[in-house]
């Protein structure tokens, strides 16, 4: 809204030339950041309390001898984030823009899809009366099939021809590969595989919001050089005009992390839910494709890929085949609780490797 | 009238509809008969030899495995044979389908749907269901049939009520009409000769013909006994009825003429002579048997099939035995080298047999109570809703208690365990639960242990089975668990490669301790063999930190046991090394534990420092240790740790709160 605004002041009102600032984008990104962080901070506190008053409270899993630390948290915490993202878009972001809808659409269909889950188990008080794992993939999948669609078929993203099927890894300038119509199972995969390592992710209060925003990071600089003419040509990036819009995105994503962490940090008042983790997982999932670094995840994300991978060497291999664990419990976060290890120092523990799994990350837009 | 008789896969579902069949030709001579079933399948051979024509459509059971492959497949010939039903129907054109259940008669009926819908068949569908429990494809097209008959009230639930009749089980005519005496005559049998009739339904079956000739020997030592062997013609790659039965006939000494005692027969045209001789009958099950037996008014000891669709049988057996004109022998897991099978124990059917047949008031009485068992004249009542429907009136509905009390255990495993520790707890421990009760809830133990998936999500079967052994109390199967235990054939290499080990994973192995045999609680020297094994020698690390575990608990202070849990504080696994320690807080008696523990007193992980801080306490209540040895060593303990307990002291004190209002409302009511 306010880019509108702004661009029209800048173009009839003299005075107001210092408008052209919304055309900036580290501009609007930096405000917008800042609008969401402050927005998931005001409302936090009644949201809260009004999904308390309405009965929507955790239902944390019983693990056998694990202590109970949950201080009754309230889920649902992620509706407050999206909608602080939301808002935030609305107002900074260049709304008829492609890349903006179709990160709308991400953040929307699968916080609905988590809201759902949400809801099923809150309303039958059992954790596991949730989405049933097919239910929720092919939910997942429905919306990652259409936008692999939408971003394979040319002429809907103005994306430089033949770029859209083309596979990049970290560490090579080139184009290691052309996939053609193969792109689009791999897209599928790879946001259902994002999206839902993150939801495995968030177990303890704080463990997966950081990581997040790390991650969001650094795809927001890696969109911000392929966005920049002249940055992408001096990086050997392929230029994609209006990319842009998805470092607003990610930077309000960042920012209404932040604000979420506010309220999320240890002893935390509310947890995301799987509204946010999963909102949070699809957008992931969809800004890595969109800024063509999907194996870049295995990298920033390697916090998120350890848990997944942990969590399905244990189920699927281990528990369901073979009659055994690898691990004490899965994902890894609740091995080390087993183990002893207190909730805070692994969750700050788990920070500190995102944290330098994000500048590994980083030192790949130049180590190529 | 043209008819169309679909219905398929075993007896009792091909002999309802040849009954109905039979009795409508003797009364309407111009009806014309098609009947549709399954190539392969028993209806090929007995429709043809019955006189009436037939034709194959292709069908599978439902997978309950849940696997998308085997559903794939199951959609693969449904459809198929659908297709081959709607050409069927096309062609044949039939005034009144009759369709007696089993995976066979889907098809047709889903046909006749498709066919109804576009207006190109008038047909009227009558669906009979024989067993007290439907079978999902049967629950399925109740939805399409005109008129429901079923054979059993309980039955009647899954349909919908307004459409339903109880109508009972068509006993063949000739059943009906012989008698005793006709039949010994008949048979060649001597009238003071007590007869027991035992077979295994319309295939046959492998257990009771195993179990029985192993029974034989002490069977014969009665010498007013005539057995009759039904041994049926089952003949497929895994047991051929006939030969193997003559195998161990031969193996266990009995040749020659036999036939003033024991005779076997691979089939019997005129079974109803052999019900009408019987004064004893071994059989299965099945509605049908069951009916037949029943209307004979013969005392029967039953063995339910385990496999059989919900466990029908049992359920079908326990009636009768409720009513008291039968009783139920279960069939048993066993150990065989490495798998585990089932059988009939041999001695316990030579019991059942003996005492019965020693004891005439009781098998009278269980005769008459057998002859009383409400039977209808089935046919005529079948026949009249067929009539009805032929001349579209609408016979009355069923008057049933809506809905039934369902006496039956769940089908998923889980769900199973749940309701039989929900029951354990009602009643306080299965020492109060009646021996009925009891022995048929250790009968769903063996048929769980026996499946060969250990954890079939969401069916935990084999697992359930373990469980279900340890809270029920079930001791008779303590070696099942040690073997299950201290097995060690390898899985395939595959698995082996991954991580796996042995045969039966590791997760029920350990379950096979922390559920089995620690609550068993027996404490035999095999017991304590097989722990001390699983301690020192599974490389499992959950095994040997629940041996560990069971050991501590288990077993008081004990020198060998000690020693193998000393060895266990090197173990690599800290869930080991935490058990171990536990334990010989509890048991240890040496006096030089003290430098044993001291390794552990600067441990990297905390846990093992608190688990040796326990363990010290508990050494110095039980006075093993002296107390100034202990205060001389605790400055040597690290006290940091990663890991604390948060304290909420809201939710503490408004817990407290809500305790009291709970504690001041129960005191106001009472």
Not at chain 1, 25 to 54: D, E, N, P, Q
Not at chain 1, 73 to 92: D, E, H, P
Not at chain 2, 37 to 65: C, D, H, N, T
Not at chain 2, 531 to 548: C, G, H, I, K
Request: charged fraction near 20%.
């Amino acid at each position: 809204m306010i880019y509108y605004l702004g661009t029209y002041l800048y173009d009839h009102v003299a005075w107001m030339s210092f408008m052209r600032l919304v055309h900036s984008i580290s501009f609007r990104a930096i405000a917008g950041a800042i609008t969401a962080l402050m927005l998931t901070i005001l409302w936090g506190g009644r949201v809260v309390l009004f999904l308390y008053r309405h009965g929507q409270r955790d239902m944390p899993r019983d693990y056998i001898n694990l202590p109970a630390t949950s201080n009754q948290a309230k889920t649902y915490g992620g509706a407050l984030m999206v909608a602080s993202i939301l808002a935030s878009v609305f107002l900074w972001g260049k709304l008829h823009s492609p890349f903006t809808l179709i990160c709308l659409g991400a953040i929307i269909w699968f916080a609905l899809l988590g809201g759902l889950d949400d809801y099923l188990k809150v309303r039958h008080g059992n954790s596991l009366a949730g989405l049933s794992e097919s239910a929720k993939l092919v939910l997942q999948s429905t919306f990652a099939l259409v936008f692999a669609l939408v971003y394979v078929i040319e002429g809907i993203l103005p994306l430089p021809p033949g770029l859209a099927t083309e596979l990049y890894v970290p560490f090579l300038k080139t184009p290691v590969a052309d996939l053609q119509w193969l792109y689009i199972p791999f897209v599928v995969f790879t946001v259902v595989a994002i999206a839902n390592s993150v939801n495995l992710a968030d177990g303890l209060d704080g463990l997966a919001v950081v990581p997040v925003s790390f991650v969001i990071g650094v795809y927001g600089v890696f969109a911000y050089v392929s966005s920049h003419a002249r940055i992408s040509e001096f990086l050997i990036f392929p230029f994609v005009p209006g990319v842009g819009e998805v470092v607003i995105v990610c930077s309000i994503v960042f920012g209404a992390c932040l604000g979420f962490l506010w309220f999320n940090c240890y002893p935390a008042n509310v947890i995301m839910g799987d509204t946010g983790s999963m909102a949070l997982g699809g957008l992931l999932g969809t800004v890595a494709v969109l800024v063509k670094q999907e194996f870049l995840f295995l990298i920033v994300g390697g916090v998120f890929v350890g848990e997944a991978v942990s969590s399905l060497v244990q189920d699927k291999i281990g528990v369901r085949w073979l009659g055994r664990r690898f691990f004490e419990r899965a994902p890894f976060h609740d091995h080390y609780r087993m183990r002893g290890l207190a909730d805070t120092k692994i969750v700050v523990r788990v920070w500190i490797v995102a944290g330098i799994l994000a500048l590994f990350g980083l030192a790949t837009l130049k180590i190529r | 009238m043209k008819y169309l008789l679909t219905g398929g896969g075993t007896g009792g579902h091909v002999y309802p509809a040849l009954a109905i069949a039979d009795e409508i030709r003797r009364r309407h001579q111009d009806a014309r008969f098609l009947y549709v079933g399954m190539r392969s399948k028993l209806e090929s051979r007995i429709v043809p030899a019955r006189g009436y024509a037939i034709r194959f459509v292709q069908s599978r059971p439902y997978p309950r495995s849940g696997s998308p492959l085997a559903l794939a497949c199951f959609v693969a010939y449904l459809t198929l044979g659908v297709l081959q039903g709607m050409l069927i129907l096309f062609r044949y054109r039939p005034g009144l389908i009759i369709a007696t259940g089993g995976y066979g008669s889907a098809p047709v009926l889903f046909a006749h749907a498709i066919l109804t819908k576009i207006g190109l068949s008038r047909a009227r569908v009558f669906v009979y269901e024989p067993n007290a429990y439907p079978g999902l494809l049967n629950q399925a097209v109740g939805r399409i049939a005109h008129r429901i008959g079923v054979a059993f009230e309980r039955a009647g639930r899954w349909f919908d009520m307004k459409r339903v009749a109880v109508v009972g089980y068509p006993v063949r005519r000739e059943v009906l009409e012989t008698d005793s005496q006709q039949a010994r005559q008949a048979m060649g049998i001597p009238p003071d000769r007590k007869v027991v009739l035992a077979f295994g339904g319309s295939t046959g079956s492998r257990i009771i013909n195993e179990a029985l000739v192993r029974a034989l020997p002490r069977l014969r030592q009665r010498d007013d006994l005539l057995i009759l062997h039904v041994t049926g013609r089952y003949a497929g790659p895994d047991y051929d009825a006939v030969r193997d039965t003559a195998v161990r006939l031969q193996d266990a000494g009995i040749s020659g003429d036999t036939s003033s005692w024991y005779r076997s027969y691979d089939y019997l045209d005129q079974i109803e002579f052999a019900y009408r001789a019987a004064d004893l009958v071994l059989c299965r099950g099945g509605a049908g048997t069951l009916t037949e037996v029943t209307v004979c008014g013969l005392p029967a000891l039953i063995v339910p099939l385990p496999t059989a669709a919900e466990d029908h049988q049992a359920m079908n057996a326990r009636e009768l035995e409720r009513q008291g004109a039968a009783r139920v022998l279960y069939q048993r897991a066993y150990w065989d080298d490495g798998r585990i099978d089932t059988c009939l124990p041999a001695d316990e059917l030579a019991d059942a047999i003996l005492e019965l047949v020693a004891d005439d008031q009781q098998r009278q009485r269980m005769a008459r109570r057998s002859a009383s068992l409400p039977v209808k004249d089935s046919l005529g009542l079948i026949l009249r809703e067929l009539e009805s429907l032929a001349s579209s009136h609408r016979p009355p509905p069923l008057d049933l208690e809506y809905p039934l009390p369902d006496q039956g255990l769940p089908a998923d495993p889980n769900a199973l365990l749940r309701v039989v520790r929900e029951r354990l707890a009602e009643v306080g421990g299965p020492a109060n639960l009646e021996p009925s009760e009891l022995r048929y809830l250790c009968y769903q133990a063996d048929r769980l242990l026996v499946s060969q998936e250990w954890y079939e999500i969401p069916l935990g079967r084999r697992n359930v089975g373990v469980k279900l052994v340890g809270c029920l109390d079930y001791t008779a199967h303590l070696s099942l668990l040690v073997s299950l235990l201290t097995d060690r054939h390898p899985v395939s290499w595959v698995k082996r490669l991954a991580g796996g080990d042995y045969r039966h994973g590791g997760l029920l192995r350990r379950n096979v301790i922390e559920l089995g045999l620690v609550p068993l609680g027996v404490t035999t020297a095999t017991v304590r063999k097989a722990l001390l094994q699983a301690l020192q020698t599974d490389p499992y690390y959950e095994v040997r930190a629940a041996a560990a575990q069971a050991l501590g608990s288990l077993w008081g202070p004990d020198r060998g046991v000690e020693r193998v849990l000393i060895q266990a504080l090197d173990d690599s696994s800290p869930a080991v090394v935490k058990q171990a320690l536990q334990a010989l807080g509890r048991t240890g008696t040496s006096p030089d534990l003290l430098p044993r523990l001291r390794r552990f007193f600067l441990a990297e992980h905390w846990p093992y420092r608190l688990h040796v801080v326990e363990a010290l306490t508990r050494l110095l209540e039980r006075e093993v240790l002296n107390s100034e040895d202990v205060q001389l060593q605790l400055d040597d303990i690290l006290p940091t740790s990663s890991f604390f307990t948060p304290e909420f002291p809201l939710n503490e004190k408004l817990r407290r709160l809500a305790e009291m209002t709970q504690t001041r409302i129960a005191r106001h009511e009472s």
